[in-house]
């Protein structure tokens, strides 16, 4: 068979095994894997890995966040630095204004997505009002067309529901088949300590971190679990910070509740002392859950080896540094309330697993494609993508694994002013990324159209 494009000669990894071979496309597809393969185009891949392409299944693009703020990133370039750190899905939240519905809120996030893609996009719900609309209508129909999964917010007065409330939005879920993620930390506790700060005069960025202690997200992760345990659903923590939430997945694992687990670049390599800086520089790292400290690090690095964890995401919400729409919002330098939560990630967060994981020895390369892809698709019902095999979308990234690099602002391609990452040194690069076929990053440098589609995703809700 003549293929349209063959990738020969790389170290392909593909699901639980890593073989050299040649990767045979045609019409945007895996059609072929094995020896002495032909096509129209040829790459030589010699010296390179091969990858599924990478799927980060937690950013958050273009989202209202308040009066006056605003995301550094919309669809264009929040896509365009995905396609650029090695990944070729995306899945963004859909997050309702007020006052909209979530079929409204779906609507416009198609709309500003719509030919502006560079990767694939499928996107999650987020479910911030248990009202029967949203309970009886929107996710019913939302679900039908292939949105399986949202997230619900135990913490931020304005998103958190009560149990009573996730237990309702936990029993749609297991009815319609669809996936909950929850965002654990105790609102109640963090507001008490913040108050407490703010009347002591605490208000520096730092104490961001030190109001949302790792008590706040223990808890609510055990209560999460808890709750997944009444409904009899599948749940799935994102972004946990520190061994002791860990710890409560694994006991709820232990009893048989269906918990999956999730942690980001920022848990293995950065640190609370980071919001420290002096003046207001702190800010740039003002993310929830916390960064906690080098034990912390160390904690979650030992449950990424042990296979503790099922995901990788970035968790990448973006906001300009120098800007009052973003990190230097009004009432910000008075108090760290005001500061908007999240950091940039998504071109940096495949190369920082690779290093911190794979170069310095702690993972396999098939874990590393478990972990930024193929495990993504499996939980989150993306049928045709997460994996180099035939039949799936030929989705891949290839990876220079001896090629180091320094993280600077300056070689990123997303929209905030800042990374969190400046001067961090990795081994292991992705040098192109190809999407259904088509290259859309070759040497840091993004190529060719807008070609990203939405994808709509299979019922979820399957046993770890
Ligand atoms: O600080 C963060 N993580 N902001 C994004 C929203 C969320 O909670 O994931
Ligand atoms: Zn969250
Ligand atoms: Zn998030």
Redesign the pocket.
Known sequence: MFHDLVVQNAQVVTSGAVSSCDIGISQGQITALGIGLTGAEVIDARGLIAMPGGIDS?V?IS?PSGPGIEMADDFASATRAAACGGNTTVMP?CLPEDGKTLREAVAAYLAKADGKCMTDVSFHLIVKSADPVTLGQDLPALIAKGMTSF?V?M??EGMRLTDAEILQVMDVAREQGALTMV?AENEDAIEFLREKAERDGRIQPVHHARTRPVPVEREATHRAAMLAEVADVPVMI??VSNGAALDEIRRARARGVRVFAETCPQYITLTADDLDRAGFEGAKW????PPRDTDEQAAILAGLEQGAFDVFSS?H?PFRFADPAGKDAPGARASFRNIP???PGVETRLPILFSEGVSKGRISLEAFAALTATNHARIYGLERKGAIAVGKDADIVLWDPAQTRTITQDILHHGSDYTPWEGFEVTGWPVRTILRGQTVMLGGVPVGTAMGQHVARAKTGARP
């Open positions: 937690h958050h989202q939240f997230k917010f913490t931020y965002h994102v972004h003002v993310c929830s859950p968790d919400c939560n999240g950091i």
